[in-house]
């Protein structure tokens, strides 16, 4: 795999929710986003409800436990869409992907839903082989990659000591939570959540704490994002609302979310338009690992 000229090949992307976003633009995705996650805690997953999915960043360790910390078990019969991953450097929109494809009623634009419709019944693989051949999509792809772009080379080709970073989501389906890995054979099925409180991001949580423990302590090899509804439009609403009924104090708290959202957007924006986006980090996820 490593062996794609250069027109062909998918480049390294960024652990930045501006590409992401962007990339949803490509994609014509409405009504999502993607948010930074810097904790696990319940008040900073309820700040971004409702959360549809979560991608986490990790440093791939080879010989690693292929289920991430020993839990789960492969679903060879999942019934929602999964692909595998066929190429190097494409684990961060096919992670979208899985994403966004086991969303209820997500509304994204005619080019991928006729390519979801037309990978219905094929095998995880093929349908892996099918998107990463797709040009428009490896095109959108790499128009978002800048020069400092976060290494994922050697992941599912000849493996090296050098370090390198994977892209895998998290999601529920069908009353359990999944971990969606491109590099792995199968779904993992992680078991059922409690509706109730904080539902399946709770479930979520452990996983990835589980799976933060097999780490070295005070390791910084990761990066959480959620993807979740764009809160923009329901404000909005709750604006007018407010506005209408005369209820100025309501209106002013309302304005002030507002302003913060729109602040993120413009950060983003700004990211996106530079011609070199200063590399981020790979951040420390705070959380009380048990």
């Not at 066929?86 to 992670?95: H, K, P, R, S």
């Not at 051949?133 to 128009?143: F, I, P, Q, V």
């Amino acid at each position: 795999m490593a062996d794609y000229d250069e027109e062909s090949s998918w480049k390294l992307f960024e652990s930045d929710p501006a590409c992401f976003n962007e990339l949803f633009t490509a994609l014509d995705v409405k009504g999502l986003l993607v948010d930074d996650l810097w904790s696990l805690d319940e008040a900073s997953l309820t700040a971004l409800k409702p959360v549809h999915a979560l991608i986490f960043l990790f440093k791939w360790v080879g010989g690693a436990d292929e289920k991430g910390g020993g839990a789960g078990s492969y679903d060879e019969e999942f019934p929602g869409f999964f692909m595998r991953q066929v190429v190097n450097n494409a684990c961060a929109t096919i992670a979208v992907l899985n994403g966004l494809c086991n969303i209820p009623d997500v509304q994204m634009g005619t080019e991928l839903t006729q390519l979801v419709s037309f990978s219905d019944g094929l095998d995880f693989e093929t349908r892996g082989e099918v998107f990463t051949s797709s040009d428009w999509l490896r095109t959108a792809h790499n128009s978002l990659i800048p020069p400092s772009a976060i290494s994922l080379s050697n992941l599912g080709g000849q493996k090296t000591s050098e370090d390198a970073y994977h892209f895998v989501v998290y999601l529920p389906v069908l009353g359990s939570v999944y971990e969606l890995d491109g590099l792995k054979t199968a779904p993992v099925n992680h078991g059922g959540y409690n509706e109730q409180g904080e539902g399946w991001t709770a479930k979520a949580r452990e996983i990835i704490e589980n799976r933060i423990s097999t780490y070295p302590p005070g390791s910084l090899h990761f990066n959480l994002m959620a993807i979740r509804a764009d809160p923009l439009p329901h404000l909005q609403s709750r604006l007018d609302a407010a506005t209408t009924t005369g209820d100025s104090s309501t209106a002013a708290e309302i304005m002030e979310q507002i302003a913060i959202e729109q602040e993120k957007r413009d950060q983003w924006a700004v990211s996106i338009r530079c011609t070199s986006l200063v590399h981020r980090p790979n951040l420390s996820i705070s959380a009380s690992v048990r």
